[in-house]
């Protein structure tokens, strides 16, 4: 199921049988390296991809402690360490063309993967130029910068098939089936 990021921030985690919110999504940890879904921020914790049993309607956990494995902390903590960051940073072609800043992220959180970049320019708080990019179109995610092919410019993907009459994004799932 693909889902914007942005649909899980501030969303309450919550243990299994329990009712009483542990703590809240800050982020989701995304491995720049690979596009792998790693975990979420979690107040002051993180919890690892695996150990989430449901994303839809509300983020559950096992019960107890949550274990993570010594090569799990070392991948999470490297990719925070990096601090490379997805949301927010710029799209740029190969030849350095802007594109525009990654102001959502479409993850499949079955598969547990990046799927798409949405991607939009500003002007004065108003973003324009609204486009998806595939995540198999990005050439590198850097700290400064996640470069795309140059194709992307080509394969213009405008978000005006997403918009409803109400003006509500419909399910990335069915937006990205034509893609």
């Keep these: 199921m693909l889902y914007f990021q942005s649909e899980f921030i501030e969303k309450p985690i919550i243990a299994r049988d329990d009712t009483k919110a542990l703590a809240r999504v800050q982020s989701i940890i995304i491995d720049h390296e690979n596009g792998k879904i790693l975990g979420v ?45 997805i949301m927010g940073n710029t ?7 802007y594109i525009g800043k990654v102001v959502d992220c479409i993850i499949d959180i079955q598969k547990g993967i990046l799927s798409s970049l949405y991607v939009a320019k500003n002007a004065i708080l108003f973003p324009y130029d ?50």
């Design 91 to 97: 799209v740029k072609t190969e030849k350095n063309q």
């Design 130 to 179: 609204k486009r998806i990019i595939p995540a198999t179109q990005i050439v590198e995610i850097r700290k400064d910068a996640i470069i795309v092919c140059e194709q992307i410019l080509m394969k213009k993907i405008m978000l005006k098939d997403l918009i409803t009459r109400a003006g509500k994004l419909r399910s990335a799932d069915t937006c990205l089936g034509n893609l």
């Design 41 to 85: 921020h979690a107040g002051k914790n993180v919890i690892a991809f695996q150990d989430i049993l449901t994303w839809k309607p509300k983020i559950e956990i096992m019960n107890g402690s949550v274990q993570m494995l010594p090569e799990d902390i070392v991948r999470i903590q490297k990719v925070l360490d990096s601090g490379i960051k």
